[in-house]
């Protein structure tokens, strides 16, 4: 061990960060499978809308459809941003 190993970057462990990067595609694409062509492009378009009026990231907009019954249910689901008392006024 030499005096300035410590300035040296730690290997990182990229197999565990692969896996769970993996993990997450995967999870995303069993929610989506299935699911109409045109739900990201609502979902888009949707957020460009609400940007004109709110602040939120991509990630604020869930859209799915769901299947209650015979019928399918367009679920729209947006986490708008925490706003404090002296923002608004």
Known sequence: ???F???R???K?????AKE???IIVAQE???RGAPDYLPLLRRELLEVIRKYVN???DAVKVDLVKDGEHEVLDISVA???TRLSDSQ
Request: hydrophobic residues 45%.
């Open 1 to 3: 061990m030499g005096i």
């Open 5 to 7: 190993d410590f300035l």
């Open 9 to 11: 970057a730690k290997p």
């Open 13 to 17: 462990a990229t197999a565990n960060i």
């Open 21 to 23: 990067r993996l993990r």
């Open 30 to 32: 069993r929610t989506h």
């Open 56 to 58: 939120v990231d991509f």
């Open 80 to 82: 708008l941003p925490e």
